[in-house]
């Protein structure tokens, strides 16, 4: 009986610690260094959206290291990503925009002031689709 | 009892061998396939022909149990999904935004250590990966994404 109880227990112990580990990125505030390049051109109304609705997991900063090593922000601008990979980053963003992919909604469970409204959504979409086609001299 | 249990099993069996599924199809000449078109070296396409071929293009080697069920429903679904997902032996026919997602694709699967899935090494020993052979094809794929938009 005492064996079952103390299975019991640490199950619970690891089960929530599961769960707090999966919402850590979502108490960090990150601050930007997103800004244009010569790669790259961010309006300030498309800064403005991914300071707010995307670099809390996918920057240098985030706890995320799964979000982080899919997509980087800061990688746009300091080098690390080749012009290559930034074409294949902005083909990725704007096919999980308009899929409604992202912020996952295990995310937004938690923070659902930071879902995509309509027009952000298609204000990303319309900077990742033209960002793309001049990169890749299309 | 016991021998009661075995013959059910072994009838189960038999019975199960009947359902049908097709094989996904072998095609060994492949004109637009990724090692014929692009500068692969040797190294990097011997590594991709051990450990991704069989799911990832048309030259799939089938072992002896390919053709037992229920294995071969498990198999036959891996291969279709691995060459819906990605088809060396396509390459050529895709465009090259598409080409660079898929490249980045393969980097994180490879960095992530998706790819290959855990039970194929288990029966295909040369498609064990060590962390080395891993960095090699991802410095390739890097290499290839900026070839691309020279």
Redesign the interface.
Same mark, same amino acid.
């Given at each position: 009986m005492k064996n079952i109880s103390t299975f019991f227990i640490s199950f619970l112990i690891i089960g929530f610690s599961f769960i707090s580990l999966s919402y850590r990125t979502a108490d960090k505030e990150i601050k930007s260094v997103l800004k244009s390049s010569n790669v790259i051109e961010i309006s300030a109304e498309v800064q403005s959206i991914l300071d707010s609705k995307c670099i809390a997991c996918h920057s240098t900063e985030s706890d995320s290291q $799964?979000s982080k090593? $899919?997509l980087n922000f800061d990688k746009f601008t300091n080098g690390k990503y %080749?012009?290559? $990979?930034i074409? %294949? $980053?902005l @083909?990725?963003i704007k096919k999980q925009v308009e899929k409604g992919k992202m912020p996952t909604e295990k995310y937004l469970k938690k923070n659902p002031d930071k879902k995509l409204t309509v027009d952000e959504s298609k204000l990303l979409i319309k900077w990742s689709t033209e960002q793309?086609a001049i990169?890749? @001299?299309e | 009892m016991k021998k009661w249990i075995l013959y059910l099993l072994l009838a189960t069996f038999i019975l199960i061998q009947f359902y049908p599924m097709s094989k996904p199809a072998v095609i060994k000449s492949n004109p637009s396939d990724l090692i014929g078109n692009v500068n692969v070296p040797d190294n990097i396409s011997l590594l991709l022909r051990s450990a991704c071929y069989d799911c990832h293009s048309n030259e799939t080697n089938y072992p002896w149990y390919a053709s037992l069920a229920p294995l071969k429903w498990w198999m036959y679904n891996h291969i279709n999904e691995g060459r819906e997902e990605l088809n060396f032996s396509e390459w050529d026919t895709i465009n090259k935004l598409d080409k660079t997602e898929l490249l980045d694709d393969i980097i994180s699967a490879l960095e992530e250590k998706e790819m290959p899935l855990k039970a194929y090494p288990l029966t295909h020993p040369k498609a064990k990966l060590s962390d080395v052979d891993r960095q090699e094809i991802i410095d390739w794929a890097e290499i290839h994404m900026e070839e691309l938009f020279e």
């Open positions: $799964k090593m $899919k %080749s012009n290559g $990979k074409v %294949s $980053k @083909g990725k793309r990169l890749a @001299g | -």
